[in-house]
């Protein structure tokens, strides 16, 4: 049982969280503590050094997500939609300049998502308003906070 009082996070918030667990967690169900900076990210949110060491000091090698509830819903609220956003761009792109296929790919196989390559590259297509063959930071954040219809 989840003890975090969620009366201060939204249904969407708490799906949120939700979806980040999902995303990165092994086979076993359980989130891995190398993943947890990961699962943080995707949410927007930057774990602080002293919530990664206190995981470390206590020996967790993996964790069930009501104990990555309980870490991860005090930083939702405090978080901005925008940086939350540039947050998850950031997991897409190493170089910082756009998600091209590769990163795609990349994430699509990091996550366990069987996607063919035509998927991928018509989820570019998709996105990529300027037609240059990647996904922007502008182009991403349009995506994500626009409500289009396949």
Known sequence: MVKTNTNKLTDDQISEIKESFDMFKS?????????????????GC???????????????????????????????????????????FKLFVKD??????????????NIGEECSDRDLHDMIEFADTDGDGVINKSEFISLMTTKKVL
């Open 27 to 43: 086979d076993n169900g359980k989130l891995d503590s190398d993943q947890v900076k990961y699962a943080f990210k995707a949410l």
């Open 96 to 109: 910082g300049s756009g998600i091209t296929f590769k990163d795609l790919k990349k994430v699509a196989i």
């Open 46 to 88: 930057e774990p602080t050094e002293e919530t990664l060491e206190s995981l470390k000091k206590k020996g967790q090698k993996s964790m069930t997500y009501n104990t990555f509830f309980e870490l991860v819903s005090p930083y939702i609220p405090k978080r901005d939609s925008m940086s939350t956003l540039e947050q998850a």
